[in-house]
């Protein structure tokens, strides 16, 4: 059977892609440790041969009707953001995907209670939250398929922890797959007006658009270091006071893949918490537990929260 063998709440803000000057100029002469947790993650997880496959859980990519999840035999081509052009602008990406993976998540819709379509159309969009994080994670690495799953809009919590059981179960019936799964996105998330937000483009958390966003995001830092995803998910009605990117929802999915309030796995931070103009970004990567996610040595999947119908 497959398995997750690495999880990761990643940021994927625009600058870490920007050339060296441009980042060093706008963070006050020094680097932003977003690109120097990236890189030293790359060396401790990315660059191994213990996984097979990653999984993208994009907080860009907002579907309506479903979710849906990319199943082609490779994607590449050229992308320029339609954000930020100026600043991710043609930018190269070749990656195998894995379609038997993503037909097998797609088959477990039914039973946990969703809608999910894997599909391979070569023109489908990409978006900037998985093509920065492959740029830094998986350029040069030929063999390592990434699969990228969109959060959808018109879903709601209980939705997108769904959508992560039937995606731990679809690894699960996949035989021999290892998969690192990243939930790419912020935590709190309220930019600066556009006449302000130049004075905040520094990475000091000072510059995080309110103080009390600010010590929420490093509230469920700490928990999650302390392996207490419980306490992450039983607050989540007191954190969307705070806007986190797309409700939260990519680190949802990751949750319901994990074991959601059993998970025990405790998060190791790759560089400093930052500021991106008014955002809260981090790193945050989560080991297996030698004893499983949910430390039971059972797979999460097997939680008897999994609802087995569409109610």
């Not at 990653?54 to 320029?80: I, M, N, Y």
């Not at 893949?257 to 059993?262: C, R």
């Amino acid at each position: 059977m497959g398995e997750i063998v690495g999880a990761g709440l990643l940021a994927h803000v625009p600058t870490i892609v920007l050339p060296e000057a441009d980042r060093l100029e706008l963070n006050e002469g020094k680097e932003i440790t977003l690109v120097t947790g990236l890189r030293q993650l790359r060396e401790d997880v990315f660059d191994s041969d213990d996984y097979d496959t990653v999984v993208v859980l994009d907080s860009h990519w907002a579907t309506t009707v479903e979710f849906v999840v990319t199943a082609q035999q490779r994607r590449a081509g050229l992308f320029t953001s339609e954000e930020l052009p100026r600043g991710m602008c043609r930018m190269p990406y070749d990656f195998p995907g894995d379609p038997e993976l993503a037909h097998n998540i797609a088959r477990f819709a039914d039973k946990h209670g969703t809608w999910v379509t894997a599909i391979d159309d070569e023109y489908l969009p990409i978006y900037y939250a998985t093509i920065n994080l492959w740029k830094f994670l998986g350029e040069g690495l030929p063999d390592k398929r990434w699969v990228t799953i969109g959060v959808c809009q018109t879903g709601d919590m209980e939705d997108h922890l769904r959508l992560g059981r039937a995606l731990a179960d679809g690894i699960a019936t996949t035989p021999g797959r290892r998969v690192l799964v990243i939930a790419s996105g912020a935590l709190s998330h309220t930019f600066w007006p556009l006449r302000e937000l130049r004075d905040h483009e520094s990475s000091d958390p000072g510059h995080i658009f309110t103080s009390e966003a600010r010590e929420a995001d490093y509230e469920r830092i700490a928990w999650f270091k302390e392996g207490r995803h419980d306490k992450v998910l039983d607050t989540m009605d007191e954190f969307w006071k705070y806007k986190p990117e797309a409700r939260f929802y990519h680190y949802l999915m990751m949750a319901g893949a994990l074991g959601e309030q059993a998970c025990v796995a405790e998060a190791r931070q790759y560089g400093e918490y930052e500021n991106s103009i008014g955002t809260g970004q981090v790193h945050l990567w989560f080991d297996r537990p030698a004893e499983g996610w949910t430390g039971t040595g059972a797979p999460a999947s097997a939680s008897p929260r999994t609802p087995h119908s569409r109610s």
